[in-house]
């Protein structure tokens, strides 16, 4: 019988690919499952994955990575469930450490290992909550809330494969948090353990392509994965405060990026590239917006002193 499925969803990532699969058949664990979901990648992922015959390969639309990873769900036999992206590796013992922590408590709807992040020139820092304690916090779902935050990417948490179907798996809609809308809703009927060991090395890139998007896509879906929650929290108020934070927390992060990038756009003269993100933050950040046209009449008012004085 499979124990672990893990699922890796891959879209021009091959470059990085088969460090993760490596990593993947390392594990000590037995019974351990690979599926690898690629969703239209146009690079070299095919051939990579074609290499080791253990390894399930799963060619599907790109439809996301929430639906990609709900497709390696489906194509997948495991009491546990691990989804790991093409760009990071488990460390070794990752799988067992995490399947013990939840056999050791059969109530729990996931376990959550620690993160370590790494780059070209090598380890980085942990991420997380000060490892290698566990979160400090007695309600995980209002801490979540509060911080909008998932406690951990996908591949530093093994799921329970049961209460992750009743659940219907991932968000389709959500681009960039469908981790975080998935962790919350299981955290609001579920307890969930923390395996207190570092199980996954996150890989940090030199360089983010089209930044406004990673913002514009990033703010949309925070503030989205947040308000799908409101319905809860109307009905249990003791959450409004960590609502209200987590909401800030959103707007705050991705949102302040996003109007730092339109700022730098609108001053180098890149209107038409700007205009999207300052609809985007009409929408969802109207607070940034209004910032930042006060910061851009600064530095026009700025100009013009300047060029009086002269």
């Known amino acids: ?21 490596e990593s993947v058949l390392a594990q000590t664990q037995a019974g351990v499952e690979l599926i690898v979901v690629d969703y239209e990648s146009t690079d070299d992922t095919g051939r990579i994955v074609a290499d080791y015959p253990a390894v399930k390969y799963v060619p599907r639309a790109n439809r996301g990575v929430g639906v990609a990873r709900n497709h390696g769900l489906a194509e997948s036999a495991g009491e546990f469930v691990l989804f790991l992206d093409a760009d990071d590796k488990l460390v070794p013992k990752a799988i067992e450490s995490l399947v013990a922590c ?8 996931f376990a959550y290992g620690h993160v370590r992040q790494f780059n070209a020139s090598g380890p980085a820092q942990y ?10 916090e007695a309600d995980p779902y209002g801490w979540m809330l509060r911080t909008n935050s998932p406690l951990r990417i996908p591949g530093a ?11 219907g798996g991932f968000a389709v809609d959500l681009r960039t948090t469908d981790d975080l809308d998935l962790n919350m809703r299981l955290a609001r009927s579920h307890p969930i353990c923390c ?11 030199d360089s983010v ?29 003791v959450y409004k405060t960590d ?12 949102g302040g990026h996003l109007a730092e990038e339109t700022l730098t756009l609108l001053v180098g003269g890149s209107l038409k590239d700007a205009g999207q993100n300052l609809l985007t933050l009409a929408r969802w950040h109207p607070a940034g ?22």
């Not at 910032?291 to 002193?305: D, F, G, H, P």
């Open 127 to 136: 991420r997380g909550a000060a490892p290698p304690g566990c979160l400090g």
């Open 1 to 21: 019988m499979t124990a672990v499925s893990v699922v890796i969803p891959c879209h021009n990532y091959g470059r990085f690919l088969r460090e993760a699969i």
């Open 243 to 254: 609502y209200r934070e987590g909401l800030l927390a959103a707007r705050s992060y991705w």
């Open 157 to 167: 948490v093994l799921y329970r494969r049961r209460v992750l179907e009743s659940m």
């Open 289 to 310: 917006l209004l910032e930042l046209i006060v910061q851009v009449v600064r530095r026009a008012s700025l100009r013009l002193r300047e060029r009086a004085a002269k």
């Open 209 to 237: 392509r089209s930044l406004s998007r990673r913002w514009r896509h990033g703010l949309v879906d925070a503030v989205a994965a947040q308000r799908r929650q409101r319905a809860y929290v109307d009905r249990h108020p």
């Open 195 to 205: 395996n207190d060991r570092l199980v996954l090395e996150q890989r940090l890139h």
């Open 102 to 109: 939840l056999q050791a408590h059969p109530d729990c709807a």
